[in-house]
Each structure stands twice: as C-alpha cells, then as structure tokens.
C-alpha cells in the first residue's frame, strides 16, 4: 500500500518531519503576525479561514506523524490535536497583544484551526500503521 511505502520512508528520515514542522511554524508566523497592510492587497487572504484550516491541520498531522514515528506509535492523538489547537490559540492571543501589528484576534480563526486539527487526526489515523 501507498501509505506504507510513505511511513516507512518517514521512519527513515524522520529529519524530514522536523524540517516540515520548523518550516511550517515560521511560514505561520510570518503570515499571521505580520501587519494587516501587507496582506490586505493580496485577493488570497479573502480565503482567510481556509488558509487557517490547512496551515493548522497540515503542521498538526507533521507534528503527529513525528511524533508516532520518535515514540514507536505510542501517540496520543488527542494530545497532537490539543497542541495544534494550542499553536492556532498562540496565535490569536499574539495577534490581540501585540497591536502594532494592527491584526485582531478572531475566534472563527481558532474554530478553522480546531477543524482542520480534527482533519490532521483524522488522516493521521488511516496512514498510521496499526500496532
């Protein structure tokens, strides 16, 4: 199966994961801290919660799938879903506390965020190896 050649590549170079992971955390920062004015001349902002939905989900199922290939599938999925939550809650509380950024923190952003984590365990679920 696909999804088994795809793991056992990812065993091998789980460096690849944290690569993903780091790159994925500082393209989410970038894109959600910097000012309002930089962004707002650019027509793909307008699908703002899709956006928040793959970013979320995609950085969660990376965290996961690190996370099952370091600890031997001993992942709880419910804890990898809780810290991408966290991330996407991180991220709305900088956005309201730093208002030089001239950003507003928005709890429909943190309800994409939440959705596309459920997604990411949902995917992580089917292409991890049973026991």
Excluded at 78 to 86: D, R, S
């Amino acid at each position: 199966m696909k999804t088994n050649v795809l793991y056992s590549f990812l065993q091998r170079n789980d460096y690849l994961l944290i690569a993903g992971i780091i790159t994925l955390t500082l393209i989410t920062f970038a894109l959600t801290l910097v000012p309002a004015e930089m962004l707002s001349q650019n027509k793909i902002w307008s699908y703002d919660k899709v956006g928040h939905l793959l970013l979320f989900g995609s950085w969660t199922l990376l965290l996961g799938l690190y996370h099952n290939i370091s600890q031997e599938n001993n992942t709880n999925f419910w804890i990898i879903f809780l810290l991408g939550l966290g991330f996407g809650v991180l991220i709305e509380f900088l956005q309201y506390s730093l208002p030089s950024i001239n950003r507003h923190a928005d709890i429909y952003d943190v309800l994409f965020d939440a959705i596309g984590c459920l997604l990411a365990i949902v995917v992580l679920k089917k292409v991890i190896p049973e026991k």
